[in-house]
């Protein structure tokens, strides 16, 4: 069942812009406008607004839209469910913190060991980037730290556990001495830590949220030395004396050079399991989720 040139219209309805669908579909923008031209003339409508570059849909071209989407549906959970008479199968999988990308490597030998012959294809990315092919529906699941379910909806979510958050301070910062094992106050952020160069997860990103709030509420101004998606490189710095930072219980790993002190109030997030709204999973699919949820013993 061919839908290549379905992708193509829903491609340019989503990217609004002909240059870009052509990019992503990694065809010539000729190419695409010649498809376009010929398939409205062979409906004798419209299907895009055209104006400054930007293409809109017309009421003819949200059917079409609307009809194709359903098509892309249908082939899809058709393949799935012919891949699950024999358990053969495809499934992508997006992390956005160390936690999820150690579960996997304890969960997928033996998950292959009862269906080799699916693939399982896994992304790391940011959470920004992997809600967004999430909610488009460009990769099945995701394995995420969140600090809020939106704007996926309720069913598409199935909560790990609540994570607390630390704050990462080289051993040798003053305030170990002080305090060397009791929670870390807002009063003590903005005595002890205004001056401190401060180690940011990019925009976007859930520890990034927290920072910029707690750092609010503790009325400091950050010093910023640098912005990155890398835990490994931030845990380097900390541990070098660069800097401080948040960082989640599970990369809080224990290092010699560095303290990790809980918070008051606790700081937390969400370790989350979200799938695409539309993910007809199978036997195999099933299996991998229910493999997953089993990882956090008493979660939420």
């Known amino acids: 069942m061919d839908t290549k040139y379905l992708t193509y219209i829903l491609t340019i ?16 923008q000729s190419s695409l406008s010649q498809y376009l031209s010929k398939l ?8 895009f607004y055209r104006s400054k570059g930007s293409l809109t849909l017309t009421p003819a071209g949200e059917l079409y839209v609307a009809a194709a989407e359903e098509v892309v549906h249908i082939k899809d959970n ?43 294809e896994i992304s790391e990315t940011n959470v920004p980037a992997l809600t967004r092919l999430i909610l488009e529906e460009n990769i099945d699941c995701g394995i995420m730290a969140l600090n809020t379910i939106l ?12 994570e607390e958050v630390f704050l990462a301070i080289p051993k040798t910062h003053p305030y170990c001495r002080i ?10 952020l903005a005595e002890y830590f205004s001056e401190d160069n401060m180690l940011l997860s990019k925009k976007g990103a859930t520890l990034r949220s927290l920072t910029d709030q707690l750092f609010e ?33 599970s990369c809080a790993k224990k290092e010699e050079n560095i303290s990790y ?5 606790q700081l937390t997030r969400l370790n989350a399991f ?27």
Not at 40 to 47: P, R, S
Not at 179 to 188: A, E, F, H, R, S
Request: positive net charge; charged residues 20%.
């Open 179 to 188: 305090n060397p094992d009791q929670p870390i106050t807002i009063q003590d």
């Open 261 to 265: 002190y809980p918070l008051t109030p």
């Open 217 to 249: 509420r503790a009325q400091i101004m950050l010093s910023t030395v640098c912005e990155t998606n890398s835990i490994i490189a931030t845990r380097s710095m900390v541990s070098m004396g660069i800097g401080i930072t948040l960082i989640g219980e």
């Open 151 to 162: 704007p996926f909806e309720q069913q598409q979510v199935d909560i790990l556990r609540e």
């Open 13 to 28: 309805a989503k990217r609004q812009n002909m240059t870009k669908a052509a990019e992503d579909l990694f065809v010539s």
């Open 40 to 47: 409205e003339n062979e409906l004798g409508t419209a299907l």
């Open 78 to 120: 058709l393949y799935r469910s012919i891949q699950n008479i024999d358990n053969r199968g495809h499934i992508t999988i997006g992390v956005t913190s160390q936690f999820g990308l150690k579960m996997l490597t304890e969960l997928i030998p033996p998950f292959k060991a009862l269906y080799p012959d699916v693939t399982i």
């Open 274 to 300: 979200v799938r695409r709204k539309n993910w007809r999973m199978n036997n195999p699919e099933k299996h991998l989720r229910q493999c997953i949820l089993n990882y956090f013993p008493g979660r939420l």
